[in-house]
């Protein structure tokens, strides 16, 4: 046992959770503990307005089943896109100066980080080229 490992050295593996458990268990507590404030403080009273769906303030109108322009799922798939390409770009950065030492050769880490950024400009050009970016040509929105 020392200062900074509470835990002594002999202890069962399993013993090394006791904490994360304990952070579950105090979040799910305060998640049930706070619906259940909700459910036993607040007032419930039924009523038609309360009971109509909810649209941004205005009247709900029609059917909810809505048909959505095939742009819409484009930029969802390159909001993705972009978002993996941050996701993969940042941990790249931070290591960047350790991956000669890493892969062996100097250059690896560059080229590598080239083929994938090709990889995503196809992808912007691809939908460049299909006018996905240009919403003034759409004459499908809701």
């Known amino acids: 046992?020392?200062?900074?490992?509470?835990?002594?050295?002999?202890?069962?593996?399993?013993?090394?959770?006791?904490?994360?458990?304990?952070?579950?268990?105090?979040?799910?507590?305060?998640?049930?503990?706070?619906?259940?404030?909700?459910?036993?403080?607040?007032?419930?009273?039924?009523?038609?307005?309360?009971?109509?769906?909810?649209?941004?303030?205005?009247?709900?109108?029609?059917?909810?089943?809505?048909?959505?322009?095939?742009?819409f799922y484009m930029v969802a798939m390159l909001f993705i896109l972009f978002d993996v390409e941050a996701v993969f770009m940042l941990p790249w950065a931070v290591i960047y100066r350790q991956l000669p030492a890493i892969t062996g050769s100097r250059m690896f880490g560059f080229w590598e980080m080239l083929v994938y950024l090709g990889f995503v400009a196809v992808g912007l050009f691809y939908v460049w080229k299909k006018g996905i970016l240009n919403w003034s040509n759409d004459k499908a929105d809701l």
């Not at 259940?36 to 109108?61: N, Q, T």
Request: charged share 15%.
């Open 1 to 71: 046992m020392t200062a900074q490992n509470p835990i002594p050295y002999n202890a069962p593996y399993l013993w090394q959770y006791i904490p994360l458990a304990l952070q579950v268990l105090v979040a799910l507590g305060a998640a049930c503990g706070m619906v259940a404030v909700s459910y036993f403080i607040g007032k419930h009273k039924r009523s038609r307005v309360k009971l109509e769906p909810y649209e941004c303030g205005m009247d709900p109108v029609g059917d909810a089943r809505g048909r959505y322009s095939v742009r």
